[in-house]
Every structure is written in C-alpha cells, then in structure tokens.
C-alpha cells in the first residue's frame, strides 16, 4: 500500500498502479485465511500471490505508455521476485518440504520466465526498442542470486532449527529434571507427613502407656495396702489361735478354736479372691468386643437377684433411649449391672416401696446406663474421696464388703468411660456410668435430647 501510494504521487492513476492496489488488498486475504485456521494454505497463497502477481503487474506496466517505457521497468519487480525468495524459508519449517519446495520452485520460474513472459505477450527487452547486448546476461546474474539465497536461507534455517530442537531437549529434560526433583519433593513431604503421623501415634501411644503405668501403680499401691492390712488382720488371728492351741487344754477349747481358726481362714480366702478379682477386670479389657443386648442383660441380673426382688417387693423400671445394643465386653456390662440394681436392693428405704429405675442412651460413641432408687442414699460430699474406694463401707446395718461400688468404677474406666454419683440422704442415689461403645457402622441418627425426668420412666414388662 506504501509503494503503491508512491507511485500514485509519481505516475498518476495507471494500470500498474491500480493493481498494486489490487495486490495489497490481495495480499490481505492471508489473515482471513488463519482466521478460519487455513494456515497452509495461508502461507501458500502468500508466496504465489507475490510471485505471480510481481509477474503479472511488470507485464502489464508495459502496456500502460509504451512510448515513455524505460529500461528500469524490467528491474525493479525482479527485485521483488529476488526478495520472494527468502520466504518459503520463513513460513515453512524445513520438516514440511512438500511446501517449501514447491514454492521455491515457483519462485525460481517466475524469475526463469521473467523475459520469456514478456515476449509472449509482445512487450520483451529488445520487442519495445531497446538495444542493450548484454540484457540476457543478467538473467544468469539472477538465478543465480535466487540459488545463492536459497542455499543461504537453507542453511541458516537448518541451523536455526538445529538450535531450536537443542532448546526443546534441553527445556524437556529441564522440565523432565524439574518433575523428578517435585515428585521427590512430593516424597520427602509425604515421608515427612508420615514421620510426623507416626510420631504423633508413638507419642501418643508412649502418653496412654505412661497412664496405663500410672495407673498400674496406682493399683499396685493399693493391692500393697490391702495385702498389709486387710490379709494382716485374719492371718494374725489365725496364728494367735494356733498358739492358743496347748496341750493343757486341747480337749475343752478344741472345737471353739477350730472354729475360730475356720472363719479366719474363710475371711483370708476371700480377701485373696476379692483381689483377683481385681486383677483379673484390669486384664479382661484385651478381650473382643461384642455386641451386648442391654435388655438382655438387665432381664439376667432380674433373674439372678429374683428372690431378693420378690421378698421386698421392689419395683424395677427400664428406658432405652436411641440404644438397645452397646458393643462392649459382656461380662462387665452384666457385672456393673449387677452390682448397681444389688446394692439398690442393699440400701432400700425401710419407710418406702423400693424403686429401681434403669435408663440407658447413646451419644456418638458414648452410652450412658442411670441406675436411680428411693432408698437411704448418702452424703456425697461427706464421703466423695471415699465412695468407690477398695472396702467402703457407709452403711453398717447391712452385710457387705464394700467392694461392689469399686468394681463398677473399675470396670467403667476399663471400658473407656467412668462413673459418677448423685445422691441425698433419706431420698436416693442415681448412678450414671458411661462407656465406650465402638460400633462396626456408626449409627448417624440424630441423638434425641434427655426426657423430662419429671414425668417417670416406662415400667418394663419384666418389672417386678
């Protein structure tokens, strides 16, 4: 468009200026083509249209003043087709030599059939009048610039690209480096990640170790003072009776003796049992947890206390909340059972029927089991350090060891969980033991919140 602007300004509005015109607006067509992603096309188009049309406007020129023709107008647009050489080797990548071949060659006939063009169509060199002998000479002179560019051009792209696919290895093995070092990185993080989750559980394993030690010494503390104290008291006796065992008097105080010798032993033996007792809860927790029917397990520990049940008439009520299952060890379920209802049945209000009410709920992992009753209840604050201690008694007119509230502490705390009281004296005691309950499918039902407790609780078809 520039050149042809110039033109117009030095030669008016003739043919050859109206089709370079017509060119540059031709040579605008490329862009549409890459708009449509024809970019081969595009590239081809590019290069014919330059060669062809430079071709095309030198011929037609001649016809446009024949009379004022100059020498220059055979040179000028040969120069252009020179200048076309160079760009098979700039849009085309030496891999796609079925496109930059041909368009060499096009380029190379064009600047062969310059003259032999021209004279077809009656407007050669020496057709329009001039006369110059070594016109033909420069024929050679351009073919053999167009080789020398075209071997120049070659070559420079060959080593341009030979430098690019250099570039590409270099930047895939970069880029192949930079993936090993992130997936080393990704694994030393991940091996750093485990590290620190298996330090975390190491510590966390040293801490509940370190508790289970405490609290193994604790019991051995008071395993040590049960066996100085309470075995001390029957074996001292024992022996005394032995020495009270003489030959003088053998004969009378045989059969006294013998008896008194009898219960101390009897008191020795079951201390001894007691403890372990004791030591075998705190080696039961290793065994598998099952799934245990708390309804089951109450109708067994009615069963079992049934005679004391019917003889004082006492009233047993049941309520399951959201729980009916607890998946725990057995044998402890029913134990605490047993000695919370027993110990209830114990310590019964003479001034009242005896009322026993059983609750049990489920919260996430946790199931809660309230035995309550009306009966003589006690002091909590008075005897709270004292409550679930190995051999507490706080009732006198009844007979027992005071161990049941003890193992219900135990076993509670063995299970995961604890036990905790509330109590007045003259009105009763509620006992609320918590345990761990570790299903294989967490239930996800909503946990619905306590009952009134106003309103009493549901009386179970086997309440007596």
């Known amino acids: 468009m520039i050149i042809s602007i110039l033109s117009v300004i030095n030669f008016g509005w003739i043919v050859a200026v109206k089709l370079s015109w017509a060119s540059s607006l031709i040579f605008l067509l490329p862009i549409v083509f890459n708009k449509y992603g024809w970019a081969n096309a595009s590239r081809l188009f590019l290069i014919g249209s330059i060669n062809l049309g430079a071709l095309f406007i030198s011929i037609a020129d001649k016809f446009d003043a024949p009379l004022y023709m100059e020498e220059f107008q055979y040179f000028h ?9 160079l760009l098979p080797f700039v849009l085309f990548d030496l891999e796609e ?98 590290l620190n989750l298996n330090l975390i559980a190491k510590n966390n394993q040293l801490i509940q170790t370190n508790e289970e030690l405490i609290q193994h010494n604790n019991d051995l503390q008071q395993f040590s003072y049960t066996v100085s104290h309470n075995l001390r008291g029957p074996v001292a006796s024992m022996i005394g009776l032995i020495d009270l065992l003489k030959p003088d008097d053998w004969e009378a105080d045989r059969a006294a003796i013998v008896q008194y010798i009898r219960k101390s032993v009897i008191s020795l033996d079951s201390t001894i049992t007691d403890l372990n007792t004791i030591i075998d809860i705190r080696n039961r927790v290793t065994r598998i947890r099952q799934a245990v029917d708390l309804n089951e397990e109450i109708d067994h520990v009615i069963g079992l206390l049934q005679k004391d049940l019917h003889d004082h008439q006492v009233q047993i009520e049941r309520e399951m909340i959201n729980v009916s299952i607890i998946y725990s060890i057995k044998p ?111 239930d996800e039902k909503k946990i619905q919140p306590w009952p009134d407790t106003s309103n009493g609780f549901t009386q179970s078809k086997g309440a007596v």
């Not at 060659?105 to 057709?127: S, T």
């Not at 919370?340 to 209000?349: D, H, M, P, T, W």
């Open 332 to 442: 402890m379920i029913g134990s605490i059972l047993y000695n919370l209802v027993s110990n209830a049945i114990k310590y019964r209000s003479p001034d009242r029927n005896p009322l026993i009410q059983i609750r049990a709920r489920q919260k996430e992992d946790m199931v809660t089991i309230e035995v309550r009753d009306n009966g003589l209840g006690l002091d909590v604050h008075r005897f709270k350090d004292k409550i679930f201690g190995l051999y507490k008694r706080f009732h006198t007119h009844t007979d027992g060891k005071g161990i049941g509230l003890f193992l219900v502490k135990l076993q509670a705390e063995t299970l995961g969980g604890g036990v905790e009281i509330f109590s007045t004296p003259e009105r009763g005691t509620t006992f609320v033991v918590s345990l761990r309950s570790v299903a294989p499918e967490q």
């Open 97 to 194: 030599k079925k496109y930059w071949i041909p368009a060499v060659l096009v380029n190379l006939l064009c600047l062969l059939l310059f003259d032999p063009a021209h004279a077809l169509f009656g407007v050669g060199y020496y057709q329009v009048g001039f006369t110059s002998p070594n016109y033909y000479f420069l024929n050679y002179i351009c073919i053999a610039s167009a080789l020398i560019l075209v071997a120049c051009s070659y070559f420079l792209k060959f080593s341009y690209e030979s430098i690019e696919r250099k570039k590409e290895k270099l930047i895939t093995s970069l880029n192949e480096a930079n993936e090993i070092i992130q997936k080393q990185r990704e694994l030393l993080a991940h091996e750093n990640n485990e």
């Open 77 to 85: 647009l040969r120069a252009i087709l020179l200048g076309c050489t």
